[in-house]
């Protein structure tokens, strides 16, 4: 798979996997059990949409421009 | 040699340990290398324990000590680091079960800059789950378990910072790196009684730190006082080429510039301390802003005008998670998350479109004009930090929408989505406790001004001692 650090200038990095890691101080803990009562998906889909519908009432000119690299000022 | 109140100084006072030789750097590394070791799991805060690195660096430290080699306050003090930040020779997991035992052999930036001021890596700190980008429902969202909460550990530390959080509440190091998208330093930071400190977007490198949102992820001081956080943030902060998103510019930790304090104008609602916050936690709210108002700076209302700021955060969030971590979903190894909503969160981030991405980066300009207005006549904004203490354990941690309160006024409750999405940096200092819970208070200022927020904490600190109380029950 693929490691995605902030590595933007440095070629794809490389990394080494050691099963059973020793140096791992604490066990895996339990997933958290799934409620099959629930649909996960339908539920964020649903959250989602909220979010892009109120996205969608805000009203935008054609003069705002994204922003892509975040100017901090 | 070591007692228990060696566990609670400052980095001033530790160093000053170490320089004069009341201490050496050996014999502090390895009272906290047990400590953190012994106490570690108490709390699910240890990921793994950096034994071996951090005694050669003791070593080395202790060598450049007795010679006079003078490096700074950081210089032989142990710290944790949140484990999405790369250390050679030790995993790095993220958190997250699909890279329970990946390794780098690279050293993120912000602990190379560490190691070269002679502070120690004793270990790295349990997080979230992929620092919960996918929105999480419970604490056990990790890899390691919950994060239990020092002052009461059936509550949770808060994340995704959790590890930081309750090893420099318990003790366990001096200080330690958290890093925050949305909350993930300032909510463990109020939940776990210590002052966080989120810096401006760009200040800190983010090379070797695992990507969330890469115009929303900051790396930042978790310590016992603002003036730790100002000392470990002028090491860790500077230009990296490395970093696309790096500012270029240093910090140096200066609160005696900011100037009078009573000359400055702090902006606040008290909607936000007497409405929204839960009503145990109002008490502690009352006093802390008669502190503030004695140390002298101006209150004026101030309050954020009406803009989708979650939903915009959120969406910028997901874009971008979605984009970074595609290939583990589309392989199906998201499945092995801990956190059943998460794991849906991540999948269906990647159903956004690019349309909907670029209209939330749209919106966030418009955001960016409107806050820089509001700082047209003020200096820092106010909020709690939370508006709840530390939820149980097994609770999930947002209720459903249908459930939730809607806002009877608006006042700055925004301010966490809002500053993270604009960059600004914000501190929480503790500022009292309710039900035996820590409460955290946030101020925000305009970017790298930290100095300013530092200035305020600090002076808060010293009317205060919230920030050197101990757990309860705590060694």
Redesign the interface.
Known sequence: ??????????SR?????????S????P????????PS?D??A???E??S???A?????E?QTA???????V?? | MANGDIFFQSIGELNRMLVSGQISCEELTKAYLERLEAQGPKYNALAALTRKSALDLADAVDDDLKRKRLRGPLQGIPYGAKDLLAYPGYPTTWGAKPYATQKFDIKATALENLEGRGAVLVGKLAMVELAGGGGYEYASASLFGPGRNPWNPEHWSGGSSSGSGSAVAAGLVPFALGSETWGSILTPSAYCGITGLRPTYGYVSRYGAMALSWTMDKIGPMCRSAEDCGHVLQVIAGGDDKDRGSAGKSFYYGPEYVGELAKLKIGFNAVDFEEWAEPAMRPAYATALEVLKRIGPKFQVATLPEMPYASVAGTVIDAEAASIFEPMIRSGRVDELADPFQIAGLRTALELKSCDYLRAMRIRGRMQDELTRIFRDLDILITPTRTRTASRIDAPLQKPPSEREKPKERGLTDLGALGNLLGWPALSIPCGFADGLPVGLQLVTRPFNENRLLAVGAAFQRETDWHLRKPPGVA
Do not use: C
């Open positions: 798979m693929t490691d995605r650090l902030h590595t933007s200038k440095i990095r490389k990394w080494v996997s050691i099963a059973g890691a140096t791992l101080a604490i895996m803990a339990a997933q958290q059990p799934a409620n629930r996960y998906l539920e964020q889909r959250s989602n909220r979010a892009l109120e996205l969608e009432r805000f935008l705002d421009e994204p922003i892509f690299r975040l901090v000022r």
